[in-house]
Nanobody, 119 residues
Framework: QVQLVESGGGLVQAGGSLRLSCVASGTVFSINVMGWYRQAPGKQRELVATMTTGGTTDYATAVKGRFTISRDNAKNTVYLQMNTLKPEDTAVYYC?????????????WGQGTQVTVSS
């Protein structure tokens, strides 16, 4: 099992910045992908950004150029630097980890952290 704990959410004005952190613990070996998803009220959870252990990244179109994902593999931590925040970025942000062990695949979620951007 893998446990994910997020931190760094909060309230910020439009145009501001926040940095989210997510620390993985437990059986963290073979975690390949770590990333961030978000869910706004009344909407489905959507991908924000992911990064593989090798450094390959993927971003949602809506956040490209404003958000940056990074990882510290030695600390089993993934970060999301969010700049130029917009009110539409308001959501609960969830950390995600995907683990591959031989042919088994598992996905894990954190408890979520609220990000609110005021206009």
């Amino acid at each position: 099992q893998v446990q994910l704990v997020e931190s760094g959410g909060g309230l910020v004005q439009a145009g501001g910045s926040l940095r989210l952190s997510c620390v993985a613990s437990g059986t963290v070996f073979s975690i390949n992908v770590m990333g961030w998803y978000r869910q706004a009220p009344g909407k489905q959870r959507e991908l924000v950004a992911t990064m593989t252990t090798g450094g390959t990244t993927d971003y949602a179109t809506a956040v490209k150029g404003r958000f940056t994902i990074s990882r510290d593999n030695a600390k089993n931590t993934v970060y999301l630097q969010m700049n130029t925040l917009k009110p539409e970025d308001t959501a609960v942000y969830y950390c995600n980890a995907e683990q591959y062990v031989l042919t088994d695949y598992s996905t894990y979620w954190g408890q979520g952290t609220q990000v609110t951007v005021s206009s």
